[in-house]
Every structure is written in C-alpha cells, then in structure tokens.
Antibody
Framework: EVQLLESGGGLVQPGGSLRLSCAAS????????MNWVRQAPGKGLEWVSV????????YYADSVKGRFTISRDNSKNMLYLQMNSLRADDTAVYYC?????????????WGQGTLVTVSS | DIVMTQSPDSLAVSLGERATINCKSS????????????LAWYQQKPGQPPKLLIY???TRESGVPDRFSGGGSGTDFTLTISSLQAEDVAVYYC??????????FGPGTKVEIK
C-alpha cells in the first residue's frame, strides 16, 4: 500500500526556517508528480507547491513564492519543502500528496501531515 | 485564480437519506480539447488527511462506495451520497485542477447525522 510519511514540523519563530521531509514507499516515486498542501487549524485546504516526477519543473502558490522551495531525491524516495522567512500565517498542517498521474491531476494519496507552528 | 464556492456550509441528514453538496467554479473547468471537467471531490474525516473520492467530475476512485456519485459540468457540480452512513460524517471539499498547477479547493461542506 502506498505510504507517505511527513516529518520535520515543529515550533519556529517568525522569520525562521524549517525543512519538511516526506518519505514515500510502495509506489514508483520517480514516476509521480508530488505536491505539498497545507491546512491551517480549523480551516480548509490550500495547495502550496508541486514538483514534476523528474524534479525539473516546480510551481508555487503566490502565498509562498520566493520563500519556499520544493525538491526531491528520487534515489531516496524523498520529497522536501524548505521553508524560509516563516510567518504566523504559515502555521498549518502540511501534507505531502501524490499526483494521480502528472502535474495537472488530483491527489490520490496523502500523508498524515506534519504540524508547523510559527510563533514567538 | 478560479474561485470555488460550496453550498451549503453544513448539512445534517438522517441515516439512509440522500445528501447533496453543491460546488460552483467562477469559470468553466471543462476542457474543450478532451471534453473533461477538471473537478475532484475529497472527503476529510476528523484527524485524518483528505481522501480522493471523485475525479473528472464523475469518475469514482477505486474502492470508493457506489453510494458516492459526482455530476455536473462547466461551472456547476454536485456530490451526492445516495444513502448516508454513519462513517460518511466528514467535511467534503471540491477541487479544480483545470488551471493546474494553480489548484484551488472549495471551502468545504460539513456533513453530519440528523
């Protein structure tokens, strides 16, 4: 069964940095576009970023562009999100999610999420 | 960006009764090149990640019970639960992926038991 396991969340001060990781297993990771989606406490879902299967193409939501960087290591089946210049409104559960086929498809598997809290 | 709206915000339905959720996009998500609606539905239970139910507006994901069905085209869509079960209590989100990679979710509809 497909598994996605996020890690790296925690409490960080405004302006700080954090790197999230997502370990993937039981599917051909190198063939799938991967996404980060976040959910602020008690709120709805917000797409954050996507990376193509080979890693050569990335896109970001306007809210994180220039501050967050998505990357992947297909040799390790790992997805990453480097988050810099964090703000209070970045506080959320961050999910990694697998694209059904490619970049412009819905998300068929999600991890359990990792909580990022930005607060002084 | 496309703006997604859902109605109602919440609804309470008796066990075994039908539940219908509406989703509207601010512009069409129907592709004229392949005649597909780039619209998906997700179910999120408390404390869990979202689960894909429906994509291409009406294609049920593998393993999803057939009491869940999706319909609509263009800008107006529905998710119907034909006979509500206790395990269907959740928040349901629609999502457009027509303008992918810029993807938008609806605000969610909470379904409860009456």
């Amino acid at each position: 069964e497909v598994q996605l396991l996020e890690s790296g969340g925690g409490l960080v001060q405004p302006g700080g940095s954090l790197r999230l990781s997502c370990a993937a297993s039981e599917f051909t990771f190198s063939s799938c576009a991967m996404n980060w989606v976040r959910q602020a406490p008690g709120k709805g879902l917000e797409w954050v970023s996507v990376i193509s299967s080979g890693g050569g193409t990335t896109y970001y939501a306007d809210s994180v562009k220039g501050r967050f960087t998505i990357s992947r290591d297909n040799s390790k089946n790992m997805l990453y999100l480097q988050m810099n210049s964090l703000r209070a409104d970045d506080t959320a559960v961050y999910y990694c999610a697998k694209g059904l086929v490619g970049i412009n498809t819905p998300f068929d598997y999600w991890g359990q999420g990792t909580l990022v809290t930005v607060s002084s | 960006d496309i703006v997604m709206t859902q109605s109602p915000d919440s609804l309470a339905v008796s066990l075994g009764e039908r539940a219908t959720i509406n989703c509207k996009s601010s512009q069409s998500v129907l592709s004229t090149s392949n005649n597909k609606n780039y619209l998906a539905w997700y179910q999120q239970k408390p404390g869990q990640p979202p689960k894909l139910l429906i994509y291409w507006a009406s294609t049920r994901e593998s393993g999803v019970p057939d009491r869940f069905s999706g319909g609509g085209s263009g800008t107006d869509f529905t998710l119907t639960i034909s006979s509500l079960q206790a395990e269907d209590v959740a928040v349901y989100y629609c999502q457009q992926y027509y303008t992918s990679p810029s993807i938008q979710f609806g605000p969610g509809t909470k379904v409860e038991i009456k």
